[in-house]
């Protein structure tokens, strides 16, 4: 999820560009590290919706955590 969530940032790579790599190659790698992740949480998704997978969480007890923000 981690590497998805910079999809954007390697897309403008991949126009922006390297100059030591060439092109063909830094394009290349900058959409795969944008796309493979995104299919594979994609992939997950649909294995999870397929197989009805899910869980009910019951919140035992809540606290604000407001405290704890700096403003």
């Known amino acids: 999820m981690v590497v998805s969530s910079l999809a954007p940032l390697f897309l403008l790579w991949a126009i922006r560009g390297a100059p030591p790599i060439p092109d063909r ?11 493979l992740p995104n299919l594979a949480l994609l992939w997950r998704w649909r294995v999870a919706r397929r197989n009805n997978d899910h869980r009910v969480i019951v919140v035992a007890a809540a606290r604000d955590q407001s405290e704890h923000l700096l403003v």
């Open 25 to 35: 190659y830094w394009i290349a790698t900058c959409l795969a590290l944008a796309i």
